[in-house]
């Protein structure tokens, strides 16, 4: 089974994050970034932004619990969550561009 775009497009917009952030993505970059390359700017951006945004929170709850902040810790992860809603719907909208099978999830409510 090949994966969908918008799971190339996730990732190749993970790999970009990563690459901006100055860790090493070796040749995937490249190659995902090529199998992108039809996608809408304006979806891939988006997209991008999410993913940029998530890694960032990431990396501020990895530094709470370093300074034992639980209770900061706790709530930057509810931000996080509520990113997940995000990246699903600019995941969704370049399934829909693609003409593919949204992703499915379902937490709490669901959407």
């Given at each position: 089974?090949?994966?969908?775009?918008?799971?190339?497009?996730?990732?190749?917009?993970?790999?970009?994050?990563?690459?901006?952030?100055?860790?090493?993505?070796?040749?995937?970059?490249?190659?995902y970034m090529r199998e992108v390359k039809d996608v809408?700017?304006?979806?891939?951006?988006?997209?991008?932004?999410?993913?940029?945004?998530?890694?960032?929170?990431?990396?501020?709850?990895?530094?709470?619990?370093?300074?034992?902040?639980?209770?900061?810790?706790?709530?930057?992860?509810?931000?996080?969550?509520?990113?997940?809603?995000?990246?699903?719907?600019?995941?969704?909208?370049?399934?829909?561009?693609?003409?593919?099978?949204?992703?499915?999830?379902?937490?709490?409510?669901?959407?």
């Amino acid at each position: 089974m090949k994966m969908e775009l918008w799971e190339i497009a996730d990732k190749a917009s993970i790999l970009k994050v990563k690459k901006e952030k100055g860790l090493k993505v070796d040749g995937h970059y490249e190659r995902y970034m090529r199998e992108v390359k039809d996608v809408p700017k304006e979806l891939f951006d988006r997209l991008h932004s999410v993913n940029l945004a998530m890694f960032d929170i990431e990396e501020a709850i990895s530094r709470t619990f370093e300074l034992r902040e639980y209770e900061m810790a706790g709530y930057l992860y509810y931000v996080l969550r509520g990113m997940t809603h995000l990246r699903t719907e600019a995941k969704h909208a370049v399934a829909k561009w693609a003409g593919e099978l949204p992703e499915v999830k379902r937490y709490g409510s669901g959407y």
